[in-house]
C-alpha cells in the first residue's frame, strides 16, 4: 500500500552528496535509507558511524544494568528511543520531500524484514530454554508474557501486571525486556500515518498560497510542522508520565505507550527541524562539540545516579536525558565527523551498535538461565561468560538471519508464506513451551 501526496519539484532535501551511503541506523539495527522515488531516483541517507556508537552505549548500558551493576542502565533504552524517532522521521521526511509519497507498505515490511526473524529467532531459544530448564508448573505463567510479545503488545501486558519491572530481579521472566519492542513497533505503525496526513495537509496549504503552483519549500514546512507535532507531542507525553507516576507501581507511568513516547518524539522533532538543511563541509565547530561533551556528561550522570522507583526519573529525569541525547545527535550528525562523533565511531563501539538488536534481545534470557548454579562460577566472572555468550549469540543471528533477510535471500511471492509459517511456528512454540 502506497499513500501519496503530489511530489515537490525540490531537489534531494537531504543535502546528502552523490554516491552517499544508503544505510543508516536505528535503535532496532541497520536500516535501508533509500527509497525509489516515482522515476526511479533513490533518496539516500549518509550513515552517521557515531550514530552506531551512541547504539553501542545504549546496549551497553542496558546489558550492565540487568547485570544488576548500574542502577540508572535502564536509560540506554530512553536512548534507543531518541535514535529511533530521529531515524525513522528522518527517512519519512526524506521521501515525502523526494518523491511526495511515503509507500506505507514498502516502509512496514521493511521493518518487518528487519525486526520479525531476529525476534523470532530468539522466541524459538526462549521456548527451548523454557522447556529445558523451566519446571512444568511454573511455565504457564509465561504465556500471556509470550504472546504479548508475538503481537507487540507487551507493554500492555506489563501494564496490567501485578509484577513491576524493578521486580525483575527477584522474580525473572526470559520476556521482561520485550516491552519496549512493544513500544517501537506501535511508533513504527502510527508515526508513518501521522507524517503523511500532515504532509498533506502542508501541501493543501502551501498550494493556497502560491500563485505559480511552485511549492519549492515544501520540504522545509512539513519538517518544521513535524517539529512542532514532536516537541508537543513530547511534552504531553513526558508530562503524562509524571502525573502518572506512583512510588507504589509505577507499570503505568513506565510501560504505557502515551507516557513512553516523550523521547522517541523529541528524536522526531530534531529530524524535522534539520531534515533540509544542508551537510555541512566540515567537522562541527568548538561550540558543538562542547554541547555534544556537555550532553554526554548530562547522560552519564544520569546512568550512574537515577533509579526507577524514585520520581526524579519521572518527573524530569527522562526529560533532560533525552534532551541531552538530542543535543548529542545533533552534534555527531550533519557533516564530516569531528572529535565526538569520531570517539564515538571506534570499531569495538560500532561493532555492538551494529548487532546490538540482537544483543538486546538475546542477553536477558541469558541472564536469566545462565545461572551461578548452572555455570558454577559466580560475581564477575559470571557476568563475562553471559555476556561473551549474548556477543555469540546476537553475531550468529546478525550473520545467519538478520543481513541475509535484509538482503533480499527472501523476496518477492515467497515472502508472505514464509512469514507465515515462521509466525505459526513461532506462536506453537511460545503456547507448546508454556504448558
Known sequence: MSATVDAPTTG?????????????????????????????????????????GLRGLAVAAVVVFHLDRLQGGFLGVDLFFVLSGYLITSLLLREVGATGSIGLGGFWSRRARRLLPALALVLLGIAVLLLAFTPQGVRAGFRGEALATIGYVANWQRVVDDVGYWDMFDQPSPFDHMWSLAIEEQFYVAWPLVVLGLAVLVRRLGRRRSSTGVDAGHAGRLGRVVAVVGVVGAALSLAGMAVAYDPIDTNWAYFSTPTRLGPTLLGAALAGVVVDRPRRPGPPGWVWELAAVAGLAVMTWLVVDTDGLRPRYYQGGLLAFALAAVVVVRAVTGGPPGLVARALAVPPLRALGVISYGVYLWHWPVIVYVTADRARIDGVALDLLRVALTLAAATVSYVVVEQPIRRGVVRGRRMVPIAGLTLAVT?????????
Not at 554516491?19 to 533509500?34: E, H, I, Y
Not at 506462536?427 to 504448558?435: E, K
Open 427 to 435: 506462536l506453537a512454540a511460545g503456547v507448546i513451551s508454556t504448558y
Open 12 to 52: 534531494d532535501p537531504a543535502g546528502s552528496p552523490a554516491g552517499g551511503t544508503a544505510t543508516a541506523t536505528t535503535a532496532a539495527g541497520p536500516l535501508t535509507a533509500s527509497t525509489t522515488g516515482a522515476a526511479g531516483g533513490r533518496v539516500e541517507m549518509v550513515r552517521e558511524l557515531g550514530l552506531d
